[in-house]
């Protein structure tokens, strides 16, 4: 089967908090904007039965309901969404692809946002009763059919405490599995608090999950205690895990700067170390991974991609013009050399009127202008923009391409140069 | 390459996993299996569970809140 390729300007991969709030700034600054979901629009915060901290939202919204409102806030703003899974990525100078199951988008930007999946607890069987078989992610989805029934929990952060509460609306007992010696738990006080006053939560400390067990579905979990050893096996009709989330960067690996735990590394910028390439939201190495805190990756990461699409159009029209012989400037404007020699530069355009196109970068304000001549050079050093290795430097180019790039800048040098690039212009 | 339409609307998880589940192992290699889910629970799952099992999945959100979920069977 032949894929089908479409062109974007903006490719965001991953529906969640933070890939439909870029999504949201992207399509308002007129670009077509594509999103690519692998499953429900609206990501982990869809998992979660009641938002409290998330503003705008006062009475205890459910986690689906405020996802939702961005689902509709970002197809009014006319994003395109594709609910599929994205099998490879390829980032390159000359565009970005995104390759799915029949498709093929070419994006100049790319926004990665592809969140965090559940991690398991590699305990014996646990494979055997994944996929409703027993072992659940989701307290909203699963819930129900838990009604007047046993079932346990794994973990002690907030996910843990705040989801194995909302459990015990429909389960007759929340048995809670917790790492740590009695009394102590990973999530918020208020919520520590009123699980300990819950009489249909019962909490097993020091122990983690030896295995699971069951004929077809999954009807019992072994703890094994971590100070005695001792396992204890317990009967439950389902089993839910809220042990933390590792990011979903599998299909990056080797293309992108990752940490030691395959979180996707930015600036605050949300730039990766890719040109035109954003990431945001969970998956990125960040500290506090709330809806509240994605918001603001998406907003940073819709709104540079923008810019460094509009400057790529300003970088491959103007700065490397085909019409005349390049001379381009690249300076610090709070260097005074730098000023001084701008004025020569601007002079020397004068002289060469109709022959010559003298284009000026502001290293200070036109950083991703650098970073595109640095990569069009193949000198990533080119401009840093306190550590001016080389500024002030000049570009010249011919036909749109790079000829050479020099920190000379005598007067003489320059017009030896360009009556050199003139003369084979001319021949 | 044929087609058969699993029609779960209307149904709550775990059901339209377990119909899927059924009907996947009643089609051949290269077929396509349609499940029609109106429960966003089924969002979750349905992909997870084919995309585990190696199948192609594409879904398409066929009105508010309704979708079909494409699974071409790979093995």
Known sequence: MEKKSEDYDVVIIGGGAAGLTAGIYCARARLNTLIIEKSLLGGLATYTSEIENYPGFPDRETGPNIMKQFEKQAKRMGVKIKLTDVKTVRFGIDGHHVETFRNIFHAKSVIIATGGKPRLTKAKNEEKYLYDKGISFCATCDAAQYTDKTVMVIGSGDAAIEEGMFLTKFANKVVVSVLHNEGIMDANQIAQEEALANPKMEFKWNTLVDSFEGDGHLDKVVLKNLK?????????????????????????????????????KTNDRME????????????????????????????????????????????????LQKDKVGLIYIYSAIDAIGREILLRMQKIEEEYKDKVKLNVIDAYKGESLCRMLGDACDNKGFCKKFGQVNLPSVVYTKNGRIVEVSSNLTKDTVVNKLNSLLSTTLS | ?????????????????????????????????????????????????????KHNVETEETGEGQWEVFIEKTN
């Not at chain 1, 396992?231 to 992108?256: A, H, Q, R, W």
Request: net charge negative.
């Open chain 1, 228 to 264: 005695t050893g001792e396992l204890e096996e317990v009967s439950v009709d389902g089993c839910f895990l809220f042990i933390g989330y590792i990011p979903n960067t599998e299909i990056l690996k080797g293309m992108i700067d990752l940490n030691k735990l395959g979180h996707i």
């Open chain 1, 272 to 319: 990766t170390n890719v040109s035109g390439v954003f990431a945001a939201g969970d998956v990125r190495d960040k500290e506090l991974r709330q809806v509240a805190t994605c918001v603001g990756d998406g907003a940073i990461a819709g709104v540079n991609a923008e810019k460094f699409i509009s400057d790529m159009e300003t970088f491959e029209h103007k700065i």
């Open chain 2, 1 to 53: 390459m044929a087609e058969k339409e699993l029609n779960c609307l209307g149904e709550a998880c775990p059901i339209p996993l377990v119909k899927a589940q059924k009907a996947i192992k009643e089609i051949e290699v290269g077929d396509l299996l349609i499940v029609q889910i109106d429960h966003s629970c089924a969002m979750k799952n349905l992909p997870e569970w084919a995309r585990e099992a």
